[in-house]
């Protein structure tokens, strides 16, 4: 029997999706499944991780029986997750605890108390400020939750208990690759190890921290009863895997010093490509993933709502008559954008401040949206476009940081992925701000395909992923250019809108401080 499959599996925060490859890249299944999220007291988020585990098995089968091939003609299998949230499991693999989800803030009193007292010492040894991740949830089940932090055994992420348990590991061998290290609190992310030193300070049980593994490392092989749930061949090869933001950029051939990666869907992420590890302790803002090749780093920061502030924009304004969103009949964002185009860069002098639910780089949660400088003059689509032009000039900011960082990095081009990637409008506009092609790859499923050539890797079909992400991440279209005087225009806007985030910051912390409890 030949093997000539690879799968892929993102296990996301809302939704489980599994994806087929041929080991040239072609996508031949795919099937997605909702996960529970349970929200059992205010504030509390939580999910489970066996909720992870089944709609992985139920993806993975769906894909089989929509190709129809034979189960055997899968050669491996690995998984990306959700990164910032954490779960737990006991000596024999068995959650722990439920999954800590990234939007679950009652670690926000340990986040506060790292930032304040240890800020510069987590940022620069993890490369990741204090912020809602694995570190400050660790320390609040340690504390408020006595009892479950000792039936833990190992910290782990969703791809690492779906792994563990589909090759029947034991909590002791419990893993994490490490592109999740900046999210752990607790690493030397540099180095690729656990951190004794903030280990110590905070007093941490070592042991109770998983394996650090490379993404394509061999977990083990299929169980006959793994086989059975995920409609697979016992004895197929399960790898490592990686985080989801890792494996995106591995799908869009992230992989030479000097590239970005726009992610343009819900959130808004902005990821460099480096050769030298960076900790941004002066402004918090940016944060410093070990990416998937060895020897380089993805410095990156994002808008939570970047792709939802144009989504609210088009449903409380746009698509609103007389106080009533109106039903959607056509998708509206072309032409919504299209009008945006007739404007002036700049928008008049109209400045949007796209963090409707909190700031995250640098981290401020008491920030929220604002528009400034309109006027009688400002028609709906000066107020779109300053919406379309306020990721930019965020994108702007975190590029500032990150040349600062490394004054001679030369940035060759952005490439963009996500729904955001389809309006050449927004595209353009992101060029002239940043000065940087920007170039639209072909393609959805850029994550499930970086896990998959995960999978390949470890099975040993493919052996430099460098040249393999090159060669099947595939431009759409010509990029790009930026117009070099409408760049110069942009540079002082930058210059206001960073300005105005300063001002925004210490007006909304200052109005959140004066809250009643």
């Known amino acids: 029997?030949?093997?000539?499959?690879?799968?892929?599996?993102?296990?996301?925060?809302?939704?489980?999706?599994?994806?087929?490859?041929?080991?040239?890249?072609?996508?031949?299944?795919?099937?997605?499944?909702?996960?529970?999220?349970?929200?059992?007291?205010?504030?509390?988020?939580?999910?489970?991780?066996?909720?992870?585990?089944?709609?992985?098995?139920?993806?993975?089968?769906?894909?089989?029986?929509?190709?129809g091939i034979d189960p055997r003609e899968v050669t491996a299998i690995a998984f990306d997750s959700q990164m910032a949230g954490i779960g737990t499991v006991d000596e024999d693999f068995n959650p722990a605890t439920r999954f800590d989800s990234w939007l679950d803030m009652r670690c926000q009193p340990y986040i506060e108390f790292l930032d304040v007292n240890y800020g510069d010492l987590v940022t620069r040894l993890?490369?990741?400020?204090?912020?809602?991740?694995?570190?400050?949830?660790?320390?609040w089940w340690k504390e408020e939750q006595p009892e479950a932090y000792r039936r833990i055994a190992k910290f782990?992420?969703?791809?690492?208990?779906?792994?563990?348990?589909?090759?029947?590991?034991?909590?002791?061998?419990?893993?994490m690759d490490y592109t999740f290290l900046h999210f752990t609190g607790f690493s030397d992310a540099k180095n690729g190890t656990w951190s004794d030193e903030l280990c110590e300070t905070f007093g941490l049980d070592q042991t109770k921290l998983p394996r650090i593994v490379e993404p394509w490392h061999v977990v083990g092989e299929i169980t006959e009863r793994t086989a059975k749930e995920f409609g697979l061949a016992q004895g197929t090869v399960v790898a490592a895997g990686c985080g989801d933001t890792a494996?995106?950029?591995?799908?869009?051939?992230?992989v030479r010093p000097g590239m970005l990666f726009d992610v343009a869907g819900t959130a808004s992420v902005l990821a460099g490509c480096t050769d030298t590890y960076v900790a941004d302790v002066e402004n918090r803002a940016l944060l410093t993933m070990r990416s998937v090749i060895p020897g380089l780093w993805n410095p990156l920061a994002y808008i939570a709502g970047g792709g939802i502030a144009l989504r609210w924009f088009r449903d409380q304004f746009y698509n609103t008559f007389?106080?009533?969103?109106?039903?959607?009949?056509?998708?509206?964002?072309?032409?919504?954008?299209?009008?945006?185009?007739?404007?002036?860069?700049?928008?008049?002098?109209?400045?949007f401040s796209p963090h409707l639910g909190g700031r995250i780089c640098p981290a401020t949660p008491e920030m929220r949206g604002a528009w400034t400088g309109f006027s009688w003059g400002h028609t709906q689509?000066?107020?779109?476009?300053?919406?379309?032009?306020?990721?930019?000039?965020?994108?702007?900011?975190?590029?500032?940081?990150?040349?600062?960082?490394?004054?001679?990095?030369?940035?060759?081009?952005?490439?963009?992925?996500?729904?955001?990637?389809?309006?050449?409008?927004w595209n353009q506009i992101k060029a002239d701000v940043?000065?940087?092609?920007?170039?639209?790859?072909?393609?959805?499923?850029?994550?499930?395909?970086?896990?998959?050539?995960?999978?390949?890797?470890?099975?040993?079909?493919?052996?430099?992923l460098t040249s393999i992400a090159t060669a099947y991440a595939i431009p759409d279209g010509e990029p790009l250019l930026p117009d070099e005087s409408t760049h110069e225009i942009y540079k002082m806007l930058v210059a206001q809108h960073i300005h105005l985030q300063t001002t925004l910051r210490d007006a909304f912390v200052h109005l959140y401080k004066g809250r009643p409890d």
């Open 1 to 67: 029997m030949s093997k000539k499959h690879l799968l892929g599996v993102d296990l996301g925060t809302s939704s489980t999706k599994s994806a087929l490859y041929t080991i040239d890249g072609k996508l031949v299944a795919e099937s997605t499944v909702e996960v529970p999220i349970y929200y059992p007291k205010p504030g509390v988020v939580e999910q489970e991780n066996d909720d992870f585990y089944q709609t992985a098995a139920q993806t993975v089968r769906n894909c089989i029986q929509e190709s």
């Open 126 to 139: 993890t490369g990741c400020p204090p912020t809602c991740d694995h570190g400050p949830k660790i320390l």
């Open 156 to 175: 782990v992420t969703p791809a690492g208990y779906v792994s563990g348990k589909m090759v029947g590991l034991k909590g002791e061998e419990a893993y």
């Open 247 to 254: 494996a995106s950029a591995l799908g869009g051939g992230i």
């Open 322 to 351: 007389r106080g009533e969103t109106q039903e959607l009949s056509t998708d509206l964002y072309p032409e919504m954008i299209a009008r945006a185009a007739d404007i002036k860069p700049g928008a008049e002098g109209l400045f």
């Open 381 to 425: 689509a000066h107020f779109n476009r300053a919406v379309l032009e306020s990721v930019a000039y965020e994108y702007a900011y975190y590029l500032n940081i990150l040349r600062q960082l490394i004054p001679d990095l030369v940035l060759l081009e952005a490439r963009v992925i996500g729904g955001g990637a389809r309006s050449q409008v």
């Open 434 to 464: 940043l000065g940087v092609p920007i170039q639209p790859l072909k393609g959805n499923e850029f994550g499930s395909w970086g896990s998959a050539m995960l999978a390949g890797k470890a099975a040993g079909i493919f052996d430099d």
